[in-house]
Nanobody, 128 residues
Framework: QVQLVESGGGLVQAGGSLTLSCTTTGYTLDYYDIAWFRQAPGKEREGLSCISARDDATYVADSVKGRFTISRDKSEKTVYLQMNGLSAEDTAVYYC?????????????????????WGQGTQVTVSS
């Protein structure tokens, strides 16, 4: 069974950086797109970034473009989200997600309803 496990969250000061990890078990990363979402209290889940299994193309939402970078290490079965220049507005639970169908395209925003498999989430708190 496919499983995703996020790690790397924590408390960081405004302006700081964190790198989140999404480690997959049960299947290889070679064939599945991986996406990162976040959800702040009282807000809808927001799609941040994804990486395609087919050609390593990436999508990054405008809200985090220039600050967040997605990457993948297939040998480690892990996708990373490097987050720089964090602010209090980035405080949220961060999730990685995947689906059996191709769902990551560089010019297409992410929709949480398209993703079947989710990790448990990791809390990121940015103190101002």
């Amino acid at each position: 069974q496919v499983q995703l496990v996020e790690s790397g969250g924590g408390l960081v000061q405004a302006g700081g950086s964190l790198t989140l990890s999404c480690t997959t078990t049960g299947y290889t990363l070679d064939y599945y797109d991986i996406a990162w979402f976040r959800q702040a209290p009282g807000k809808e889940r927001e799609g941040l970034s994804c990486i395609s299994a087919r050609d390593d193309a990436t999508y990054v939402a405008d809200s985090v473009k220039g600050r967040f970078t997605i990457s993948r290490d297939k040998s480690e079965k892990t996708v990373y989200l490097q987050m720089n220049g964090l602010s209090a507005e980035d405080t949220a639970v961060y999730y990685c997600a995947t689906d059996i169908l191709p769902i990551c395209y560089s010019d297409s925003a992410l929709n949480s309803r398209d993703f079947e498999t989710w990790g448990q989430g990791t809390q990121v708190t940015v103190s101002s």
